[in-house]
């Protein structure tokens, strides 16, 4: 079993920066892609940010691309998201989710990954 736990969230204002982070324990985590997610209530879960278990590649949302970046520290099995220019719109809870597959894939669907924390809260105001 593996186990992650995100923190980092918070209210911030319109334009600031947050950082989340993930912290992965209970099994070796580092040859795995792991990424973020966002849920709103009534919608989807959907995919944020995505590092493949080299950092050999990232993969964002178009809604967050060049403002948001991922990255991780296999030494320590967490993963971050660094947000930057927040908008109102970023406003969801976001869950740290692990890939439990040997492939060399970033997937953007949520029912792919098998491992989830319990998320954090980010507000924006306007």
């Known amino acids: 079993q593996v186990q992650l736990v995100e923190s980092g969230g918070g209210l911030v204002q319109a334009g600031d920066s947050l950082r989340l982070s993930c912290a992965a324990s209970?099994?070796?985590?580092?040859?795995?892609?792991m990424s973020w997610f966002r849920q709103t209530p009534g919608k989807e879960r959907e995919f944020v940010a995505g590092?493949?278990?080299?950092?050999?590649?990232?993969d964002y949302a178009n809604a967050v691309e060049g403002r948001f970046t991922i990255s991780r520290d296999n030494a320590k099995s967490m993963v971050y998201l660094q947000m930057n220019s927040l908008k109102p719109e970023d406003t969801a809870v976001y869950y740290c989710?692990?890939?439990?597959?040997?492939?060399?894939?970033?997937?953007?669907?949520?029912?792919?990954?098998?491992?989830w924390g319990q998320g954090t809260q980010v507000t924006v105001s306007s």
């Open positions: 209970g099994r070796p985590v580092n040859s795995y892609t």
């Open positions: 590092i493949t278990w080299n950092s050999g590649r990232t």
């Open positions: 989710a692990l890939y439990w597959k040997l492939i060399v894939t970033i997937p953007v669907e949520a029912n792919e990954y098998v491992y």
